[in-house]
């Protein structure tokens, strides 16, 4: 076995793990990315699409934002449809000119792991085996295989940055988390269709058969969702009752919703999940290894990479100067945000998802909050605010 030493050990090369590596190769500060998977799979993995303000702002500022503003779509509003109608809220115009950015997962990935290369530190994909090891002492170890050698890493922090279902947060002893979990009783059936966009602005639409999201990808790629039974097999949904589906739920006046080749489609349920404290001795978890929120506010990527920037300004201030207060306040600064992200993408899916409603009462209640929304600038400000992201929480 091989052994090595590096400051940091980032466990995970999805967009909380690339720029966790970045921005402490810009600040000098030694460290190894490892990744499970292939690199091919990383960068055609289609997740998010919509960045914020902050996340574009830090993108930029990395020197990462030259082809994300070329090739990225920025968007000043998004549309309320209720009633059969859209109701427009002016983002840009309630928040002092702050906007949000369609540009794909998978192209954030592509520039970070160019830049990574660039650097000439480590980013190992199809690695195998990954073990943590001694994470509540000073000298915390990785092991791992890849190529078909056995290595061991020595670090003297480890970023668990490997999502939802990856090996930090069980590295974990048992009852040294405290763990929030809610289930969502649908989920959403996810298309990427062959055609050009049928809005200029995401359409979010709360209909009496569930609720529908028009988003895109590009000019030429539409991303479209529809909520659905979570347990539901997309084998019984062909793409003729795709599209049947899609027009009922979009109609208004005057709209046309085009149609094209679904070249991939897929169910994906709902939850939010919270796990606190984000670290436990040496070991600091970062976006979905400590929180999954339901995609509805467009948070998760956003909130990963608000977590690695406080951790790489925490890292930076200890191998800097020795102080770890930053270090030690981590979770709870972290924290502050995970929990308003997740008031607000519970908020957005209440106030638009269909929910077992004999009565019609919950209808009705959410009918008169979209009512309020769209006529009150406080509350359209107030949704906008959160869209775009908070400057400061």
Same mark, same amino acid.
């Given at each position: 076995?091989?052994?090595?030493?590096?400051?940091?050990?980032?466990v995970?090369?999805?967009?909380?793990g690339?720029?966790l590596g970045?921005?402490l190769?810009?600040?000098?500060?030694?460290?190894?990315?490892?990744e499970?998977?292939?690199?091919?799979?990383?960068?055609q993995r289609v997740?998010?699409g919509v960045?914020?303000?902050?996340?574009?702002?830090?993108?930029?500022?990395?020197?990462?934002?030259e082809?994300?503003?070329?090739?990225g779509i920025?968007?000043?509003?998004i549309?309320?449809r209720?009633?059969?109608?859209?109701?427009?809220?002016?983002?840009?115009?309630l928040?002092?000119?702050?906007?949000?950015?369609?540009y794909g997962q998978?192209?954030?990935?592509?520039?970070?792991i160019?830049?990574r290369?660039?650097?000439?530190?480590?980013?190992l994909f199809e690695?195998?085996?990954?073990?943590?090891?001694g994470?509540?002492s000073?000298s915390?170890?990785i092991?791992?295989s890849?190529d078909?050698?056995d290595?061991?890493?020595?670090c003297?922090?480890?970023?668990?940055?490997?999502?939802f279902?990856g090996?930090?947060?069980?590295?974990?002893?048992?009852?040294a988390?405290?763990?929030?979990? !809610?289930?969502? @009783?649908?989920?959403?059936?996810?298309? *990427?269709?062959?055609v050009?966009p049928?809005?200029?602005? &995401?359409?979010? #639409?709360n209909?009496?058969r569930?609720f529908a999201?028009?988003?895109?990808?590009?000019?030429e790629?539409?991303?479209l969702?529809?909520?659905?039974?979570?347990?539901?097999?997309?084998?019984?949904?062909?793409d003729e009752?795709i599209?049947?589906?899609?027009?009922r739920?979009?109609?208004?006046d005057?709209f046309?919703?085009?149609?094209?080749?679904?070249?991939?489609?897929?169910i994906?349920?709902m939850r939010?999940?919270v796990v606190?404290?984000?670290?436990y001795g040496?070991?600091y978890?970062?976006?979905?290894?400590? !929180?999954?929120? @339901?995609p509805?506010?467009?948070?998760? *990527?956003?909130?990963a990479?608000?977590?690695?920037?406080? &951790?790489?300004d #925490?890292?930076?201030?200890?191998?800097g100067?020795?102080?770890?207060?930053?270090?030690e306040?981590?979770?709870?600064t972290?924290?502050?945000?995970?929990?308003?992200?997740?008031?607000?993408?519970?908020?957005?899916?209440?106030?638009?998802?269909r929910?077992?409603d004999?009565d019609?009462f919950?209808?009705?209640?959410?009918l008169?909050?979209l009512?309020?929304?769209?006529?009150?600038e406080?509350?359209a400000?107030?949704?906008?605010?959160?869209?775009v992201g908070?400057e400061?929480?």
């Amino acid at each position: 076995m091989s052994a090595e030493r590096t400051q940091v050990g980032i466990v995970g090369a999805g967009p909380a793990g690339l720029v966790l590596g970045q921005l402490l190769h810009e600040a000098g500060i030694d460290n190894v990315i490892l990744e499970a998977r292939p690199r091919e799979y990383v960068e055609q993995r289609v997740r998010a699409g919509v960045l914020e303000q902050g996340t574009v702002d830090l993108l930029r500022r990395m020197g990462l934002g030259e082809r994300l503003d070329r090739e990225g779509i920025v968007h000043h509003g998004i549309e309320l449809r209720f009633r059969h109608k859209g109701h427009r809220i002016a983002m840009s115009d309630l928040t002092g000119g702050r906007a949000i950015w369609i540009y794909g997962q998978q192209e954030v990935v592509k520039d970070l792991i160019n830049a990574r290369h660039d650097t000439g530190r480590p980013l190992l994909f199809e690695v195998d085996g990954v073990a943590l090891h001694g994470i509540d002492s000073d000298s915390p170890r990785i092991t791992y295989s890849h190529d078909g050698e056995d290595h061991e890493l020595a670090c003297d922090v480890i970023a668990g940055c490997d999502g939802f279902h990856g090996i930090s947060r069980p590295a974990i002893p048992e009852g040294a988390l405290s763990i929030y979990d !809610h289930v969502y @009783p649908f989920g959403w059936l996810g298309i *990427l269709a062959r055609v050009a966009p049928s809005t200029e602005e &995401l359409i979010y #639409a709360n209909h009496e058969r569930g609720f529908a999201l028009h988003s895109l990808r590009s000019p030429e790629l539409s991303r479209l969702y529809i909520q659905c039974d979570p347990h539901d097999d997309i084998a019984n949904w062909p793409d003729e009752r795709i599209w049947e589906e899609m027009h009922r739920r979009f109609e208004a006046d005057g709209f046309t919703l085009n149609e094209g080749p679904i070249v991939e489609k897929g169910i994906t349920p709902m939850r939010s999940f919270v796990v606190e404290p984000m670290q436990y001795g040496r070991l600091y978890l970062a976006g979905d290894a400590a !929180h999954i929120v @339901p995609p509805t506010g467009a948070k998760g *990527l956003n909130l990963a990479v608000h977590d690695v920037s406080v &951790l790489a300004d #925490a890292l930076v201030e200890w191998f800097g100067s020795g102080d770890g207060s930053k270090l030690e306040n981590y979770s709870a600064t972290c924290l502050r945000r995970v929990w308003r992200v997740q008031h607000f993408s519970w908020w957005m899916t209440s106030m638009l998802h269909r929910v077992s409603d004999v009565d019609g009462f919950e209808e009705h209640l959410q009918l008169a909050q979209l009512d309020y929304v769209t006529s009150s600038e406080a509350a359209a400000r107030t949704l906008a605010e959160n869209y775009v992201g908070l400057e400061r929480v």
